[in-house]
């Protein structure tokens, strides 16, 4: 599909505006300024102060019995400023047609880098989505009537009750995935995107050395696997339904 796209001077253009053509998709994309990397630093410590601030009101409504609405507030005023941060404080560039036809602005993605993330999204989120429903479908049909005998709500029930039990069910498959994922990357090859296997193998055409060069490729493949595996398990460990 990517390939096929026309030339620059015939390229399809989308509102934002996203330019399509053979040299490329082109999309806006935050300018590389200091301010737009403080406001991007407020947006993430506001991001995890709403983490903190939603715990905390799960903790007191289970605990206390209370209605959380003034959290729920502050919830909904942080999640405005930080859309209005995005929006306007990024400073964001969009991609402009110059005189000469040229396009200039934004981030320009290539059609090799295009076709493997749109790839991977499709190839990868199929099972994660296959993997999720078989997770939440794994909650006996008992929680939910529970949970609904409690007066929550269908949204409240998910939340609180049946996603919390699959999420013991859905880690350790999102696991495998993700190490999955990392390796299929190296599929890029096939479509002439420059990947860590295309790397390798100029390495070794150029240095004559293929012991060294596929060692290197397997320590650099297993030190990503065991970040990924280690990232997971912490996670794993934390939904784990704790008995008292």
Known sequence: MFFSLPKLSEKIEWPGPI????????????????AAWMWLAVVLVGAIGAVLLWRWRTKIMVERAASGQQELI?????GIAGIIIIIFGLGWQRPEVT??????????????????????????????AEIVRGGIQSVAKGQWEAARSLGLKSGLAMRL???PQ????????????????AKNASLALAIGYPDLYSVVNTTFNQTGRPIEVILLFMITYLILDLII????????????????
């Open 74 to 78: 502050m919830l909904t005023v942080m």
């Open 19 to 34: 330019f399509l053509s053979k040299r490329g998709i082109y999309i806006p994309w935050p300018a590389n300024s200091p």
């Open 161 to 163: 009750v049946v996603f």
């Open 99 to 128: 005189e000469t036809g040229s396009i200039e602005g934004g981030l320009r993605l290539t059609i090799e880098y295009a076709g493997v993330l749109a790839g991977l999204i499709v190839h990868t989120g199929a099972f994660i």
């Open 166 to 181: 699959a999420l013991r069910v859905i880690v350790p498959s999102l696991n495998s995935q993700y190490i999955n994922l």
């Open 229 to 244: 595996s280690f990232s997971m398990n912490l996670l794993n460990k934390a939904v784990q339904v704790k008995e008292r």
